[in-house]
């Protein structure tokens, strides 16, 4: 409440209501260290309604995190470590950014699913060092985001047992009772899921919370426990109302509030002898040390699997990386042959899979499509948790966010693939990937018109370019089994974000790449080919447009017109480039240039100019063989020849 009011800012109804709730989790149940945030085996805790922030900062500070008093007195404010939603990152003890609702939820069980295959990886008899649970708070806008049945039908479905979700079942989301809005039977809804559903729970009586914890614990399933709550508990005049969800109470009821509650102190003054009670350094020392000891006799008997374990969580690649990667470079600027660019990312995850036993790859329903089923990956099932990839169903959003919280677990690379249209449905988690700045990576095939038949429904026009919108997304778009390597060899080398390929369904040529390409393709765009004559104009291309480039430059300099083609595979790290580099590249002198990418024209026009020229795709697909769809939109061979002889005059 004090938090709240300083700030003139935030949720007070919902850490009210769930304060009982949070603190029998944190002080009986919850394993974890303030100590050392990063501890391999502590407990992960999600609040999925993350608009409750002041709870969770509540918790840290109170159970001894470097999350000082003055810190929550500063809420909501400017460079603060308690941001209006928990930031992962940003506050030590934030296992994952929250806010946008179900996410959390969603993340969760990514990080159950984590656990459970390292668990399954790792663990020998009487040496289990993975050996934890997550626990996440959810509330009524949770479930009712469509990301929830997503994510919670795939942990039923697939056992996580080690996933406990606490449910503050207040009736009350931002327009009021949600009876108007929100009659699911909940419990039922779960219990179809395959979950253990502990239903009717006084979310106010620490012994019944209690009780259901240990039942949860015990259970061989996910577990959801429906917490009955009062929303704002303890404010006599606002509890149980909308008006406590998003604004401060203000002075008078804070004062009634704490008449109500029994509370006398002032303002953020807590009491000696309650903050020795909270404090949870001590015993997360000592749970940390016997695990220390668990993992040292680990150690001793399995020593190749304890330095994998440690090398894993740590986040650094296997130490024949560079040589493994360097081959797989090389095999793939000698590949002659024409070969779709969703088949040259197969070829890349079927050499790396092998030497890098942290990859952990996933689709949505399209593992054939996609080509995402790796030679030799083992796919998790029920009761069969010692996998590498999982198959999501038709579910984009859930895997996606999912594919976050396993990232944020440690000891995995998940990548997870979908049609490139149907980034749309996950496009808010490819954004949160983004701004926790996590190495997740996204696949995303059938990457433009080139997918044809299907029409304007699945061809992908705007997509490429509304996911390069996105600040921290790396967007591949890869023009042959090269520049495919390179993606790849970015996206899992990257530490400070995601990464997003957007592959092609048809076979695209192999270009020649000389040694230079390797360290310059790295860097987003470069200098693919030019004629022998001082180049006139720029033709900048990606994917499938890069051999139309080509070819039409090829043309042109048999007429006298010569021309540089530039590759941009991504130029998002292309403009991260040093201005020597993209001078190199585009030189200003150049300024007649003409861009050539099947999807709509306006990203273009901040490299080509006001005097520049863009063939793009500037309305939907048609439902037509691929060639005749192309040939429609203007990419052909005369065209470009035309588009760069009126650029020169």
Avoid at 187 to 206: L, S
Avoid at 281 to 304: C, H, I, S, T, V
Avoid at 475 to 494: G, L
Wanted: hydrophobic share 45%; proline share 5%.
């Amino acid at each position: 409440m004090d938090a709240v009011q300083k700030a003139n800012s935030g949720h007070p109804g919902m850490p009210m209501g769930m304060a009982d709730i949070a603190e029998v989790l944190w002080n009986d149940f919850l394993s974890h260290n303030p100590a050392n945030p990063a501890w391999a085996n502590r407990d992960r805790f999600v609040l999925s309604n993350g608009h409750g922030s002041m709870l969770l900062y509540a918790l840290l500070h109170l159970t001894g995190y470097d999350l000082p008093l003055d810190e929550l007195k500063n809420f909501r404010q400017f460079h603060s470590k308690t941001a209006g939603h928990p930031e992962y990152g940003i506050t030590p003890g934030v296992e994952t950014t929250t806010g946008p609702l179900g996410q959390g939820l969603a993340n969760a069980v990514g990080m159950a699913i984590a656990e459970a295959v390292l668990a399954s990886r790792f663990n020998r008899d009487g040496l289990n060092i993975v050996d934890h649970r997550t626990y996440a708070f959810i509330g009524d806008g949770c479930l009712m985001e469509g990301v929830s049945h997503e994510a919670c039908s795939l942990a039923g479905t697939l056992g996580l047992s080690k996933l406990v979700v606490l449910y503050d079942d207040n009736n009350i989301s931002i327009d009021g009772e949600v009876e108007g809005w929100f009659r699911d039977d909940t419990p039922a809804r779960f219990e179809a899921y395959g979950w253990n559903v502990i239903r009717k729970v006084d979310g106010h009586n620490p012994a019944e919370i209690k009780k259901a914890l240990e039942a949860a614990r015990a259970s061989d399933k996910p577990t959801l426990i429906c917490c009955k709550t009062v929303i704002g508990f303890g404010s006599p005049t606002l509890s149980g109302k909308e008006k406590c969800h998003g604004a401060p109470l203000g002075d008078a009821e804070i004062a009634l509030t704490r008449e109500k509650l029994g509370w006398s102190h002032a303002p953020f003054e807590i009491p000696e002898a309650i903050r020795a009670d909270w404090n949870a350094r001590k015993d997360g020392q000592a749970r940390e040390q016997a695990w220390n000891l668990l993992f040292r006799e680990y150690a001793a008997r399995y020593p190749q699997d304890a330095a994998e374990f440690e090398r894993r969580m740590k986040g650094e690649l296997p130490a024949d990386w560079a040589q493994t990667i360097a081959g797989v470079i090389a095999d793939a600027v000698k590949a002659d042959k024409p070969v779709a660019t969703r088949k040259a990312s197969k070829n890349v995850l079927d050499a790396i899979a092998a030497k890098l036993p942290e990859l952990f790859g996933g689709s949505a329903d399209l593992s054939e499509s996609n080509c995402t089923d790796f030679k030799g990956h083992v796919s998790l099932r029920h009761g069969k948790l010692a996998g590498n990839y999982v198959n999501y169903g038709v579910r984009e959003f859930g895997m996606s966010a999912a594919m976050n919280g396993a990232t944020l677990h440690g000891g995995l690379i998940p990548f997870g693939g979908t049609f490139l249209v149907f980034s749309d449905y996950a496009r808010n988690a490819l954004r949160m990937a983004a701004l926790m700045k996590i190495r997740s990576i996204f696949v995303l095939t059938h990457d433009s018109i080139g997918l044809g038949e299907d029409g304007p429904t699945h061809q992908a026009v705007e997509h490429v370019a509304s996911l390069r919108l996105i600040p921290g997304l790396h967007v591949w778009r890869p023009a042959d089994q090269f520049e495919t390597a390179i993606a790849w060899k970015s996206a899992i080398e990257r530490q400070d974000g995601p990464s997003a390929l957007a592959l092609s369904r048809q076979n695209l040529p192999q270009q020649a790449h000389p040694d230079a390409h390797v360290a310059n393709a790295a860097r987003g765009g470069y200098v693919l080919w030019e004629s022998a004559q001082p180049a006139q104009a720029v033709l900048i291309a990606t994917g499938s447009e890069v051999q139309l480039a080509m070819d039409a430059a090829k043309k042109l300099a048999e007429q006298g017109k010569p021309v540089r083609v530039v590759s941009m595979p991504c130029a998002d790290l292309f403009l991260q480039q040093d201005a020597a580099y993209r001078e190199s590249v585009l030189p200003a002198a150049l300024g007649k240039r003409l861009a050539l990418e099947a999807g709509v024209s306006l990203y273009w026009r901040a490299f080509v100019g006001l005097d520049g020229d863009v063939i793009g795709v500037d309305t939907f697909g048609e439902s037509a063989p691929a060639a005749a769809v192309f040939k429609h939109f203007g990419f052909t061979v005369d065209n470009v020849v035309a588009r760069v002889e009126r650029l020169l005059g």
